[in-house]
């Protein structure tokens, strides 16, 4: 799954950004990566990918679907059943409706550069390493 995507939805673009920069510095082969500027973006092409994703990133907060509508469409389509889905919020007490809503992961928001590396590198880590790939 080395090959599969990253891919990541979140409609604030400074953050989308940094989590982008934080990705391709924690992985160090050609990791493919797509974004979006919002869930119903993401939605319609994750459910028209022949390659599945290695891990899906949602903000919380978007504009049209949140993060929680768009994880649990993705949690309905059992194509998806395996590849991990990981909520980051810039509300830490958003963590019970991420549990609620069955996320794999949750992370509070970094607001700088460094703390988006040290959440690049937990996931990679925990979601991502060689092992469960």
Do not use: W
Request: proline share 5%.
């Amino acid at each position: 799954m080395i090959n599969n995507p990253i891919v990541i939805a979140d409609d604030d673009a400074d953050d989308r950004a940094m989590m982008v920069a934080a990705l391709n510095k924690v992985f160090s082969d050609d990791q493919r990566i797509i974004q979006f500027p919002g869930g119903s973006e993401l939605l319609t092409l994750v459910l028209e990918l022949i390659t599945m994703p290695r891990i899906i990133l949602l903000d919380m907060v978007m504009p049209r679907f949140s993060g929680i509508e768009i994880l649990t469409k993705l949690r309905a389509n059992k194509s998806l059943e395996n590849v991990p889905i990981v909520l980051l919020s810039g509300d830490k007490y958003n963590l019970d409706l991420a549990i609620q809503a069955r996320a794999d992961g949750f992370y509070s928001k970094p607001t700088n550069i460094d703390g988006f590396m040290e959440v690049a590198a937990d996931i990679k880590r925990l979601f991502l390493s060689t092992h469960q790939c």
